[in-house]
Each structure stands twice: as C-alpha cells, then as structure tokens.
C-alpha cells in the first residue's frame, strides 16, 4: 500500500510551451494558475511536491524546484532528476498542462499501485496517458539506462518495467484528461 509518508510529487513543468506561445504554467483554471493548483493538488496527497525543471520564476511556491539532470532530454530527464534528488518510494507524477486532473483520480490512481508493479498509469477510453501516475523508484536505474542511450519515449520504459494500466474510463470524465498544449484546447476545456 502507497501511504502518504512514502510517496513524493513531481509536478512536470520545464516545457518550452512552443505551441502555447506563453508559459503554460502560468495559465488560469479558476482563480489559480495550472501550477498552483497541480501543487497544491500535490501538496495534500504526498509528503513533499517538486517541480521539475529549471526555472527561476517559482520560488514563491511550497515547492522544491529541480533542475534537469539531461537538460533537453524531455520529461523522463524530470523524472529521473527528482528520483535522483529525493529518495522516496514512490513518486506521482503530475504534468502541468493536465490542469484539471482531480484530487479523487490521484487517490484513485494511488490507489490502484502495489509493490507487484514498477509505474500504474491511467487508460480513458482506451487512451494511454503515460505522464501521469505513479513511478516506483524501483525504475531509477532503468530510466537512467533510457536517458543514456537516448530511449526517450515514454512508451517504451512503460514496456521495458511491469506497469499497471489502470482503466479509469467508467470513473472519471475526458476533460481529467485535457491536455492543454494549443490556445485552442485551452478555450475548449477551460471557460472563463
């Protein structure tokens, strides 16, 4: 069982927002911008939350902020950097342009790892969502390998570790699974 005291927060946020044309962690749901709230969102569910990237313009956040080991190398660089700098069990890893990701899917997702799987990641609708879960430390090694020899799909550390692909299609609505990349995705899952 995954208990609070084991599992840490990694909230995904050194993207270029190429496609956005503004930093996509400073984007608005509500009153809070996509970082505050994956933070605080984090903040309740696991014993610390980092945010993965080299930026200066977080310090005002109840976060620690780590750079990228493999700089350019992608979100895996961001997961392995904060593995490497905080020893936990377990890590849940949250993407910044995943802004309304609820609070009860993270539980739910918590809820569905056990020490029989490496990384349990969400399925909607038969839709693979590979960045947002849990990883187990047990990985640090093998995402080191794949950082090393430039195997940076996500996709394939999910077939190279035992993975638990859980279907949170009858639980949970599409819009949990909004990424928002495009000034378009962003007025069609995110009224004002």
């Given at each position: 069982m995954v208990t609070k005291d084991k599992i840490a927060g990694i909230v995904l946020a050194g993207g270029m927002s190429r496609r956005m044309g503004t930093d996509k962690a400073f984007l608005k749901v509500g009153t809070q911008t996509f970082l505050e709230k994956a933070v605080s969102s984090l903040t309740e569910l696991t014993s610390e939350v980092f945010i993965s990237g080299s930026r200066s313009d977080v310090a005002d956040f109840d976060a620690i902020v780590v750079p990228d080991v493999f700089p350019g190398k992608g979100p895996l660089a961001g997961?392995?950097?904060?593995?490497?700098?905080?020893?936990?069990?377990?890590?849940?890893?949250?993407?910044?342009?995943?802004?309304?990701?609820?609070?009860?899917?993270?539980?739910?997702?918590?809820?569905?790892?056990?020490?029989?799987?490496?990384?349990?990641?969400?399925?909607?609708?038969?839709?693979?969502?590979?960045?947002?879960?849990?990883?187990?430390?047990?990985?640090?090694?093998?995402?080191?390998?794949?950082?090393?020899?430039?195997?940076?799909?996500?996709?394939?550390?999910?077939?190279?570790?035992?993975?638990?692909?859980?279907?949170?299609?009858?639980?949970?609505?599409?819009?949990?699974?909004?990424?928002?990349n495009t000034p378009d995705e962003l007025n069609l899952w995110i009224k004002e």
């Open positions: 997961i392995f950097s904060v593995m490497k700098q905080a020893d936990y069990s377990y890590y849940f890893v949250l993407p910044v342009d995943l802004p309304l990701v609820s609070k009860d899917l993270i539980k739910f997702l918590i809820s569905r790892h056990s020490e029989d799987y490496d990384i349990t990641v969400p399925v909607f609708k038969n839709k693979l969502h590979p960045l947002l879960g849990v990883f187990s430390n047990s990985i640090k090694e093998v995402l080191l390998q794949c950082l090393e020899e430039d195997k940076l799909k996500v996709k394939d550390l999910l077939d190279s570790v035992s993975t638990n692909y859980a279907d949170v299609s009858f639980r949970f609505s599409e819009q949990e699974f909004a990424n928002i």
